[in-house]
């Protein structure tokens, strides 16, 4: 039996020699995992076709995500040459200071350290996060679906013995396989840096609720779009339908429709519904119930409110924290909204669906964070990498600048 | 009874008004609040003279913390007149892209939130924690210890009235008297944002044990100093004394020597000894045991090791990730140590006791936080702010971009 709390300690331990890596060392060793992962396609396919085979009576979206074939291939050695590419997040000097003579102070980005990555179904997001991993410096224990299993297992083996290969440390990073090793690795606060969940509410809300180690995601995505009594009514039904319908599983789709009560409600709820079925060929249900809750299906409500103020107090007391419009055409009202909203994301005349770390250009994504600290909105590279202050004296003491004999002299080199 | 989970519900749903003030209001009611408390000052002297007769048979080092006299009035206004002058940390643009024509994506800073903060003893922390609070934008909610209670409660007085007069809105902080209020708050992970303790380590590690909600601080701190063989021994029983001596119950104040084993352990230990008798008129005792502890008094441990590989794992898996510092005129033995321990601070040939936001040149300190995530090291107004994400469109719907109908155009502005 493996002992996870040993694993996890082990890496911590180690992890200092992943975070000491060259650039160029990580940038070649994502190079080497990008041709290992095409020269064994082969035997890739072959073992996600057994997991295909041995999960043929799951629903037909979870085998689409199960899939890894030539096209999923193709997207992530794509991904890994896009990510090499990307500035380097590590030893970034964020402050330089001369705090007296002789004694300088430096603050230097460098890797978060082990994180521990949960997901469910899809193969490609052990490639994309492994990637994204090695390129920040982190050291990563991965732990996939049980219904991914042989796809998992061949795909961590070939870029495990490439990273290895090109100069990355032993252990950089593990798979765990029995779903055991789960709630054992949840517990290792002590060593695991970070969790990142990724798949469907429950499974996040899960692991949010068992762990003392910090969860960078999101479990529910409460979208709101507020229609303002200054609306270009077109527009609103227009990204309404856009915001429901471009992809209606995902986080950032809306769910509540707040509308100014100078506004007629079921005429703004007939136009979304045409938009939907003309932009997307999909009947969306327009509930007038008003209640707050994530659909995920093409049904969204509607609530009518007295204004930009109360739309403000709902969203805050109600909504996720993650991505909430205004549609106005009126300035003033659109940055009441803007500031006073406390979402990763405030939008205005403008689909929730751009919450996207693609969409923002940040090139590659871990995922979208509700938490205020650290990483907010949709997390690239950068919420992967802390920071540590470095001093350098010569033989510089306290004391001194305690009883006066010395003082300090603060200037930014 | 207080029920404070409705408490702390309703100051997070209220928070975005404290969050939208301009600096000048920010700055205005901290200038009140500096008046208010000299205008009050024979009724807070007053009511810490109450606190201190009825706690006079507690120990003297926790009386010294507890007193409020002119001595610490005067430094707790200056320390206010200090945080106005500094820059503002709100509405700060931290990313301004153009992701197509029309859409443009904004990052700005804002405060976190709701900030739950507890501490012990000393009233002056109360002053210090509220006016960090204000200048970030920042709801918080207080709780004292109970040997402070009277005096707590006329500054929270003072300090609230003075606040509203000058324009920051109802409730912007609170203060909870009763014990039953800790656990009852850390239990509310939806409305408060962060904890940040300040107290002894007991304190802090039951707090963090007892809260799904982030914490910010630190428990314990086990600093260590490594001795290269490539040392002036000279400094580093210089360096090694301060860090000791200069005040023995910090957090930065080192416990544990690991030293080259080709240098004379003995003969470092008799000179630090006569440095701490020089420079600070104590006694230093040093074990030669090695146990990795926090002392917390005028007693060290040595132990011999092969080099700086042995110091860099020794302090990764068993130190506490706070300050640790080389000795060594070696560069590159140095920046083996520097590049490589994992730890908040690391220093050399100076003392692990500038570890503090004023010697860092951050003008005041919340805190210093051991955590990787969101703040590390000495915590200044910056590690009380968090951003949001604005997005500005026109009509801007997703399925034009996913349809390939019109793509992505980045520019920096």
């Known amino acids: ?234 527009k609103a039904a227009r990204i309404i339908a856009d915001a429901k319908t471009q992809y209606v599983s995902a986080c950032n789709a809306a769910e509540v429709i707040l509308v100014h009560e100078d506004i007629d409600k079921e005429a703004l709820a007939g136009a979304v519904v045409a938009k939907g079925k003309e932009a997307a060929g999909v009947d969306i249900t327009v509930n007038m119930d008003g209640e707050y809750k994530e659909y995920l299906d093409y049904i969204m409500t509607m609530r009518s409110i007295a204004g930009v103020d109360e739309a403000i107090s709902l969203i805050n007391r109600n909504g996720s924290h993650h991505t909430d419009a205004i549609i106005t055409e009126n300035d003033e009202t659109a940055e009441r909204f803007m500031d006073n909203v406390d979402s990763a994301g405030v939008y205005r005349n403008c689909s929730t669906r751009f919450a996207d770390g693609f969409r923002y250009g940040f090139g590659a994504e871990v995922g979208i964070s509700t938490s205020k600290l650290h990483a907010r909105g949709p997390v690239g590279l950068e919420g992967l990498v802390t920071y540590k202050y470095k001093l350098y004296g010569d033989g510089h003491i306290v004391a001194d600048y305690a009883s006066g004999k010395r003082s300090f002299n603060f200037k930014d080199l």
Do not use: W
């Open 1 to 234: 039996m493996t002992d996870y709390a040993l694993l996890a300690k082990d890496m911590k331990a180690d992890s200092f020699k992943m975070a000491s890596l060259s650039e160029e060392t990580r940038n070649d060793a994502l190079a080497a995992i990008a041709s290992a992962l095409e020269a064994h396609s082969e035997e890739i396919f072959a073992a996600n076709m057994t997991d295909l085979e041995n999960g043929k009576d799951l629903p037909a979206p979870i085998l689409g995500r199960l899939k890894f074939d030539q096209h999923k291939m193709d997207d992530c050695v794509t991904g890994i040459f896009d990510l090499i590419k990307l500035p380097d997040p590590l030893f970034k000097k964020q402050l330089d200071r001369q705090l007296d003579e002789g004694l300088e102070l430096v603050r230097v980005t460098c890797p978060i350290g082990v994180i521990g990555v949960f997901f469910e179904s899809r193969p490609d997001a052990l490639v994309q996060i492994s990637a994204l991993c090695i390129k920040s410096g982190n050291c990563a224990i991965l732990k996939g679906g049980s219904e991914a299993k042989e796809s998992n297992k061949k795909l961590f083996e070939v870029i495990y013995n490439a990273g290895i290969e090109a100069g990355l440390p032993e252990g950089f990073c593990a798979l765990v396989e029995s779903h055991e090793g789960v709630d054992a690795l949840l517990s290792c606060h002590d060593s695991i840096d970070l969790v990142i969940p990724r798949g469907s509410n429950a499974f996040v809300q899960h692991i949010m609720a068992n762990t003392k180690i910090p969860v960078m995601g999101h479990a529910d995505g409460i979208c709101t779009i507020y229609v303002d009594k200054d609306a270009d009514l077109e």
